[in-house]
């Protein structure tokens, strides 16, 4: 499957996700945005395990299972605009702004709200055709549930 979705992403004109590859693919998305600071520590892995369980519905051992996929394929993943292009092309404009609120709560996790966290978020938004108004409203969802 992570071959498979690799080469997805890697095509000039990717065919459609599957379910399970766009799951991998917004995990590695979450990842990417985990890593853009310089730092991916703890926190922000549990966090990431967290949205893929609720998601999924997965148990505790197969969210950080498939974070660990996702962690390998964002190393050799070309560019987010794929990862984005892929999700945008596979989910629901509503789906879509529950990935800016995933990517808000990873952003938040270490409660510092990293530049290069944020314009990551304001790029993914975009691609996937979030305008800034509803990824503020995201944001501020994701900070009243964090309290």
Do not use: C
Not at 71 to 81: F, G, I, R, S
């Amino acid at each position: 499957m992570f071959k498979t979705l690799l080469g997805l992403l890697a095509a000039p004109h990717p065919d459609p996700l599957t379910a399970d590859d766009a799951e991998l693919a917004l995990a590695a998305l979450l990842v990417r945005l985990a890593r853009s600071d310089g730092r991916y520590d703890e926190a922000e892995q549990i966090r990431i395990d967290r949205i893929l369980a609720a998601r999924r519905g997965l148990g505790p051992f197969e969210a950080t299972e498939l974070r660990r996929s996702a962690e390998a394929l964002e190393e050799t993943a070309p560019d987010t605009v794929r990862f984005t292009r892929a999700l945008k092309d596979k989910i629901a404009h509503d789906d879509r702004i529950a990935v800016i609120e995933a990517m808000w709560e990873v952003a938040l996790a270490d409660e510092a709200r990293a530049p290069d966290e944020e314009a990551m978020i304001r790029l993914a938004a975009s691609l996937l055709g979030i305008n800034d108004r509803d990824s503020a409203f995201a944001r501020q969802r994701v900070l009243a549930r964090e309290g």
